[in-house]
């Protein structure tokens, strides 16, 4: 028990000092300040929206990056940094991640952010997904999704890196990890999260299908733990909080470390190479001339201005276009 | 399989050699002794009686501590006793381990073993404890789970490390890891334990809430096997028994050793560490502070004289007392 | 991603080293030879057809050794052969594996290659064995199996290495890993693929009792993925290859390799140790004396001519026989 708790803080540690503002990572910390009082906005026009519940310790953090909560580099920085005050608030215990924007929880990566940059901004903007996940997988406070709305690709890692996924009954959402589609490669710790979430075999069909699955699909599988209805979400959500913090908040994260420990610390181990390997990959003719072409084809095509991967798939006429430029 | 087979020797030594009179876990050698008659009770007043039909080559061992079965240093030491002469036994093919007591299969470890003990005596303990799952979760023997009562903490374990559970349809009982919600962790071999059983995600769940399931809902995540009337579970478990038997035995161990060697090399190589953790975490001033108010409170009010920390979880009162004493 | 990408890479060249010409596992280059026209047979008297159709990219490999698919070494060679071919040929993006025998898909490892052999032979034969796993587990190819008839043992292994499974659904049929009901066990690599299946706790049920299910049991436990009423197999297998080709391929060998190299660089890694280990396990005098006592039974009574381990089962005369000699 003393092991995987120092084991726990040390995770922690490390976290921490990757985001601090002397670390490698280092987030502007300007726009989001906790106010003292409960219960109120904690920014404005940021796209990330804080409200902490101070007496029940429950903070609500709601995405609003139009057009799709796309995580591009700046809504990236803007969540880990709201996550980690989060994760250093001891009022905090539990928070509740979900989308301001209709329909969508996430679309995921922001596309944009891989096409035409230099080597160290890519290498900025992986480091800052990884980032996210450290925080959302190896957080001591109680994480839960309300997937109010389509969740492709990292909108997907986003759910599957909280303790409990509530999805909106809408058969019209998907969630999934769907790179496999776009001719890329969902990265480990992705395959990582999802395997512990759905076991080996549903994870291998999932990832080499790029599968989206429906609402009923997904809490079939285990990839989501409860489906209501679309109006009933947050509501549901904070009474599943409640359940939760009813347990001792100590004991309930050294059993989330002592199963999550071991996926985190492989990136963790591997994070320099992880990045290495993404601005290898990313950068190669062949990749950067397919984002080339579809960036374009987007200029062009203003109906498709979709700046997400994942959304790539809800046009069939897109998805066509993508798969042949993937190809070439 | 050369390999598998020689692996799964050692484990026999291993075991063999810890629990032998001349080892570090010396059992006193009193009380049972197999009678040469077959379906003779095999001991009187003993905790753990055992019945023998060496017809069948099956043993019925049976809890008999009351209130409860919880699992003292004594019940312990004459259980691992009673496992390990089984174990040595040609004529012993299989073990049905049951409760002798209506409505309790076992209440799990005793707290009154962890209070105000000797840093020697803790060690005991919790050697004693690791050496019960060493046992069972590497017999070479058929090993059925007849679950006839509540089953919480150390008595799911019991049921975890055989390899058939089959629980009592009542919807009063209980199995589950429960111990997060006394504040306490469950250490990494009971989690290994339960993951190998329901998978990941059901055990990320299971542990952090310290779940106790019915036995509908134990069956429906595969943490028992089956579910019978509560009068026909010994029959049952005669009927499954039979089926297992069935098997050459040879080859039926090698291939639970091939699943089970890596999770039981995990304890048997980090042994004196674990119980270093154990005794370290328990001996610390809050816990033993927390323990102490619980003892006391046992003594004032003889209602819950309740010996065994998953029992707590049975009265709502004692339940709201204990979580304000682990909180303070 | 370029990490997992060299790693596929490796274990391509690992496998294409082995079956090489010059290598250590040299196949007989004959028979087999692709014509240049589309969808003709490309074997005649071969117990292994293949039949390419170019434009789809799809090759259909069926199985056809009397009396029941038994995996002599030299099916083996002959399945290995094609298999390489097939990997090696740029057209080709998928192959269906299924039979051409009615109600039997593999009745798994021919027995006779294991009795009154040189250790020389054994080895060969052994080598045969991992390499046929080697090239399905690890196939750059979509991979289907056609299961349309019973498939225990080695035939359960080789629909377990696919990527997805279909089977008839007919209750006559079978499947499953049942070695050790024969007294023998299933290697670790069998065992791995079975595992990353149907999980920890399925396969340790499985695997200790020697279980062969029925279609639908093999559904409900995910050993199997799909059930089709028998006469549409084919085409179904052929819908499902249609699925599946869709995707990129770079992305989906990609996101297989990362799924299944683990469990693949395990054999890889032994492999020489697991044959030294199946030798000498299978020339011990206790086995070949039950082989020999099985193998003259088989002579004197014709009727039980099955050359194949799986098949045993099917008569409970030859099974109850079977089971004294192993035992004696």
């Known amino acids: 028990m003393a092991a995987a708790m120092v084991a726990w803080r040390l995770v922690g540690r490390l976290v921490g000092r990757a985001v601090g ?35 029940a310790g429950v903070a609500v953090v709601r995405l609003q990056q139009p057009p799709v909560n796309g995580l591009s580099l700046a809504l990236l920085t803007e969540l880990c940094l709201a996550l980690q005050k989060l994760e250093d608030r001891r009022a905090c215990r539990g928070l509740v991640l979900t989308s301001a924007i209709p329909g969508i929880f996430s679309a995921g990566l922001d596309i944009t952010e891989m096409f035409g940059r230099s080597e160290e ?30 969740s492709p690709a990292g909108g997907c890692l986003m759910a599957l890196s ?20 776009l001719g890329i490669v969902a ?22 299908l790029g599968l989206l699955y429906s609402p009923q699909e997904a809490f079939k599988i285990g990839l989501v733990d409860e ?8 509501a549901r959500a904070a009474e599943v909080m409640a359940q939760w913090l009813a347990i001792p908040d100590h004991a309930r994260q050294l059993s989330k470390s002592a199963l999550r420990k071991q ?5 963790l181990m591997h994070r320099e190479a992880d990045i290495q390997d993404f601005v290898r990959f990313i950068s190669r003719d062949a990749i ?25 798939l809800w046009n069939p006429r897109v998805r066509i276009m993508i798969r042949v430029l993937v190809r070439s």
């Open 187 to 208: 990265p480990f710790w992705f395959k990582d999260a999802l395997l512990n979430t759905v076991g080996h075999r549903a994870a291998e069909r999932s990832l080499q």
């Open 121 to 150: 901004r890519l290498g900025e903007f992986w480091r800052a997904v990884q980032q996210l996940w450290i925080l959302l997988y190896g957080s001591r406070l109680v994480t839960v999704a309300a997937v109010n709305g389509s």
């Open 162 to 181: 909280c303790d409990y996924r509530i999805m909106a009954d809408n058969p019209k959402y998907q969630i999934g990890l769907n790179e496999t589609r």
């Open 21 to 55: 503002p002397g670390g490698a990572f280092a987030c502007p910390l300007t726009r989001l300040a906790f106010p003292a009082g409960q219960r109120r906005r904690m920014s404005g026009a940021s796209p990330v929206l804080v409200e902490l519940d101070e007496r």
């Open 227 to 234: 489906l209501v209805p679309e109006e009933k979400i947050q």
């Open 263 to 267: 996926t985190l610390d492989h990136l």
């Open 288 to 312: 950067q001339k397919s984002l080339q072409k579809y960036m374009e084809m987007l200029k062009q095509k203003k109906a498709y201005q979709v700046v997400s991967i994942g959304r790539i």
